[in-house]
């Protein structure tokens, strides 16, 4: 039954009141007492005094000292009234006083809650409900809270369970029960360890809403002074309506509702006794009882709450055995292994766009779960025992569709090991992954895919860079550079358009991370995230243009409003056609005939490049096709030389796994510019040949001379 929300004033007038009735009880039973110890010293002066008549004649007394002194009746027990008149005073005052120190503690030690407070709200941790592209739940993150349910809709026996586990005299005290108090602190006396608590359902929402968790006696003194506070301000419903929907019931639930749908996958309105009891013994020790993590903790917890229904009469013994027969079924919610990287992803991102936002937030992105799997599978499949005894113990894949959308993340091997998302907080250098920004400035200052530099020992200041095979290949095309990555070629097609233009290509193609225009630029000595690296290779298989890379489409909160939408924009365009063209082109040949062949699609036209660092310590392949741009990394995390793992090889077999499935169904489409090169493999056997057919002309012509001089002479 509801009551009516009273003053501060009123509440601490109310507990002066049973105060003082308590004083009152106390001053009773010792008056009470003192008159029947006193009437039973007059019952034996009057027995004496007939033993002493029976003794002696009658006859009047002689006179003494004593006669002088002798008391009138009446005399002592109007001195008694007076002593338990000013007993009762003291004890009035004293009870006054303590309400005075509580009003005065309350102005001076409580926290200043404004009267316009609302406790739906205050201090409420946001949660994050990430949907994937389709609109459908993947999880959530931070603290969940529930539908607003109110009492009147829950089970009557979850109700009971918690009034009989928590606050049996909710509807009695006025937010702080002084004999639950006393009750308990004897209890725990007598137990030798704290075994029963006292605070009311009041002050655990005081202590939830405001303070924090630490036990000392200046918070439990703050607690008790805010339940007073909330009792002047709220209706008992109204409490325990807050309590219901705002306690915190473990495994990040909060709320009945919640929790109900954590644990059980049902709504607090269709709960069982054994699911409610269960429910009911979690305030205590939330974390420590949730079925989740303990169930056999929660079902115990659970037959003691039952235990307390019993106690009050609300449940018979058949019920409480049934319930103790036919324990809860906990709800399998355990989020996937994978997509913990993309939901810190995800809500970081959601942070960033409304940083001021509260409440509950629904936030849609471009998750494409069958992908998601893909991408997962593909790494965990490549990570075998093998590959980590050569020293690649983590991998991270990132995959784009042509529009720039997020379909997949994949931050290391196991979420629940690491949190550490290697896709996107990792910093590492590509090596030859960074090429195509080299040849991206090449075409754009007039090569071509056939010009022709020569594979030799070149010296840049001192600096000498070497190729990965050993030795030097002489006059090659670009097209045969790309393909063998070849770094001398890399290397002097920089110097020649410049070192700056490489790095403008670079950052116009995505690339956010600073970049020095260093002699190394052009062998990838610059650090950055697979995510950014990913995206930056988007605008090849988009003929040139550059989408903006999203993973967020919109945010609302709970109740429908909308905070942000993500508007279509036309992508800039940061190559030309012919340029894009030519860049497939070469590109197409690290697949075809390169380092990349592992990772060839078949049927399929793709692109990519592969990116080896030095000593082997990171790995890279990242490549496309016109539909989707998925980028991989090998490594580890001590940053240790791995046992030559190059990109060609387990990032490679990771790329192609995840790119066969995430195309399953998909058309075949046309990569422009892909097509083979032509070969220019015998150019050297035909120059060596024409150079031996010129020295032998050359001997020809000599010895001819030296015959026919000879016969000059």
Known sequence: MSKRPKSFSATLASLYADLKKGASAVRDD???????LTSGKQENHKLANRKKSKAKPAGREPYSENTKYEKRPGDGIAWRQLWGSLAAACVSLSFLGVAGVLGFAFIF???RVPDDADLWNVNRQAAIIVLDRNGEEIAARGARYGEHVDPAELPEHLIKAILSTEDRRFFDHGGVDLRGTLRAAITNAKSGAVVEGGSTITQQLAKNLFLSPTQTYERKAREALLALWIEGHYSKDEILSLYLNRIYLGAGAYGVESASQTYFAKSARDISLAEAAMLAGLPKAPSTYAPTQNPLGAQRRASDVLDNLLDIGAITEF???????NPPVIAKYNVDNGLGYFFDYAAAQAKKIVPNATGDLIVRTTIDQKLQRDAEAAVKTAL???ARLKGADQAALVAYDADGALRALVGGRDYKESQFNRAVQAKRQPGSAFKPFVYVAAM?????PQSRFVDQPIDIAGWQPTNYTPGYAGPVRLTEAVAKSINTVAVQVTEQVGRAKVAAAAKRLGIRSDIAAHRSIALGAVDVTLEELTSAYVPFARGGLAPTPYAITSIETRGGEELF????????????????????HLLYQVMLTGTGGRARLGRREAAGKTGTTNDWRDAWFVGYTPQIIAGVWVGNDAYTPMEKVTGGSIPASIWKEFMVSAHQGLPLRNLDGAYPAVRYASEPVLLDYYAEVSRGFNRVRRDGDERRYNRRR
């Open 109 to 111: 030690m409580a926290p």
């Open 30 to 36: 010792g008056a009470g007492l003192w008159a029947r």
């Open 384 to 386: 075998t025992v093998e």
């Open 565 to 584: 939408y993500r508007d279509e924009r036309a992508p800039e365009r940061v190559m030309t056609k012919d340029v894009a063209r030519k860049m497939n």
């Open 319 to 325: 019920e409480a055995r049934e319930a103790r027969s």
């Open 444 to 448: 754009e200052a007039g090569l071509t």
